[in-house]
């Protein structure tokens, strides 16, 4: 899986601990988001999406 929340998340000028302080998680698992080797619930999905005013399908990218 790949993301774009480095990108989006530098467009919002946020940290990342800016970011798992918005969707209550750590630091730890917004780096592993990033790097794709975290596949998130739906919840936290939603939680990232809404905090980068986006949506899950603009943020993850799904690998066939």
Known sequence: MKTRIKELRARHDLTQEQLA???GVRR???VFLEKGKYNPSLKL???VAKALKSTID???IFDD
């Open 45 to 47: 999905a939603h939680d």
């Open 21 to 23: 302080v918005k969707v």
């Open 28 to 30: 730890e698992t917004i």
């Open 58 to 60: 603009e943020i993850f």
